[in-house]
């Protein structure tokens, strides 16, 4: 048996995962909703493949923001949690 082997000369990228239920859907975009102020905001994002039941995120969220991931559909956005 022979396999070929290679070595990565690079950091390997840092992936920033969310649950896949944190996820909707808003006119053909992808979105999720935020706490921003007390207050709670939806964000678009991009997304590329799943690991598990996690989605990794390529664009749209930053590291800290607080994302929910439950209970979204009794709140309204805007209001404060």
Same mark, same amino acid.
């Given at each position: #048996?022979?396999?070929?082997? $290679? *070595?990565?000369?690079?950091? /390997?990228?840092?992936? #920033?995962? +969310? /649950?896949?239920?944190?996820?909707?859907?808003? @006119?053909?975009?992808? +979105?999720?909703?935020? #706490?921003?102020? @007390?207050?709670?905001?939806?964000? /678009? &994002?991009?997304?590329?493949? $799943?690991?598990?039941?996690? &989605?990794?995120?390529?664009?749209?969220?930053?590291?800290?923001?607080?994302?929910?991931? $439950?209970? +979204?559909?009794?709140? @309204? *956005?805007?209001?404060?949690?």
């Amino acid at each position: #048996m022979v396999a070929t082997v $290679s *070595i990565l000369t690079e950091k /390997p990228k840092k992936l #920033m995962l +969310i /649950p896949q239920n944190a996820i909707h859907s808003l @006119n053909n975009m992808k +979105i999720v909703y935020i #706490m921003k102020d @007390n207050k709670v905001t939806q964000k /678009p &994002i991009q997304t590329s493949s $799943s690991i598990n039941d996690h &989605i990794i995120v390529e664009k749209g969220l930053a590291e800290g923001d607080k994302l929910i991931v $439950s209970g +979204i559909d009794s709140t @309204n *956005i805007g209001s404060e949690l």
